[in-house]
């Protein structure tokens, strides 16, 4: 779905590249709808990203039917992210459009498990280690599954 306040779906962009599998990713969840991916650049441990299958820039052009299944998803993870990284607190964030600093154009919605006091790294700035990312997807995947 698109309309005139948004720009058509790109289908070379980054994320739906790795719902194709033609880049890796640590999947943390997937149903029919929804998967759900840790983002590279964490802004803390165990920094999600939790994308619908069917392809939409943004909130600006996503089915509500894709949107409501993408929080349904969004919440599981926020509450499996407390308990995997002893967090205090979840950040969610999503941007739409370049206004909002969104930078890849499939839908995602961040999901950013917090520890009182400690503060969010800069957005994109660090690649995290890939042992690490492997370690966290394993804790998040065990906290979904409990
Ligand atoms: P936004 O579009 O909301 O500004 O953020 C895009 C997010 O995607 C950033 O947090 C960035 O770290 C993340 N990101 C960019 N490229 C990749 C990638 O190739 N794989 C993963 N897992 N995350 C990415």
Known sequence: MSDKLTPAYDPQNIFAKILRGEIPAFKVYEDDKVFAFL??????????????KAPARNLLD??????AAVAVVAQKVAKAGLV???????TLMQFSEPASGQEV???????IPRVDGVPLKPAASIKEDMAVLAGHAERLKAALAA
């Not at 996503?62 to 949107?67: E, F, H, Q, R």
């Not at 995997?84 to 979840?90: I, K, M, P, S």
């Open 84 to 90: 995997a990284f002893e967090a205090d607190g979840v």
């Open 105 to 111: 154009y499939h839908l995602h919605m961040h999901i």
């Open 39 to 52: 983002d590279i650049m964490p802004r803390a441990p165990g920094h999600t990203l939790v994308i619908p």
């Open 62 to 67: 996503i089915t509500p039917d894709d949107l």
